[in-house]
């Protein structure tokens, strides 16, 4: 689906303050991705031999971060580029979700989760337009990444 002018402002006037919240915003995202989906956690080793809940795990903490601010940028520079991310960062995130065995219905689960970590961190920016543009944003996200790896 097309990423409209009005979509991108949308995104990109709330990228602005959602990005200030990354950390809490992303490690959100990634909990919510678990309690629909618990086995996902054994896709990360730095899960699997440590004694924190997950909610105080620094090292998920911090790669969350990382995963949602990649997840923001793409959207944000998805018009002007045309692309949603640069073609070597997409050969490294097409191989890794190769090896994991990720599909379709693995990026609708985080959809869900996406959206809704969006919906919490939006506060009164929050529409269902805003909703739908950061939906179209990540398919184009998704459909690059599984361009990848089909
Ligand atoms: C894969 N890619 C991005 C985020 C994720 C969160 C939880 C599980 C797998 C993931």
Request: charged share 25%; proline share 4%.
């Given at each position: 689906m097309e990423f409209t002018e009005e979509q991108e402002a949308l995104v990109v006037n709330s990228w602005d303050v959602l990005k200030n919240n990354s950390a809490d915003l992303g490690l959100k995202f990634f909990l919510k991705i678990f309690s629909a989906?618990?086995?996902?956690?054994?896709?990360?080793s730095y899960l699997?031999?440590?004694?924190?809940p997950l909610d105080q795990n620094p090292k998920l903490k911090t790669h969350a971060t990382i995963v949602f601010v990649m997840i923001g940028e793409s959207a944000i520079q998805l018009r002007k580029?045309?692309?949603?991310?640069?073609e070597s960062d997409l050969k490294h995130l097409g191989a890794v979700h190769f090896k994991f065995g990720v599909l379709h219905e693995h990026f609708q689960v985080a959809r869900k989760a996406l959206l809704e970590t969006i919906k919490e961190g939006g506060?009164?920016?929050?529409?269902p337009a805003l909703s739908n543009a950061w939906g179209v944003a990540y398919d184009h996200l998704v459909a690059s990444i599984e361009s990848q790896i089909k």
């Open positions: 989906a618990p086995a996902a956690t054994a896709l990360f699997k031999d440590s004694k924190v580029t045309g692309k949603a991310m640069d506060g009164e920016l929050w529409s």
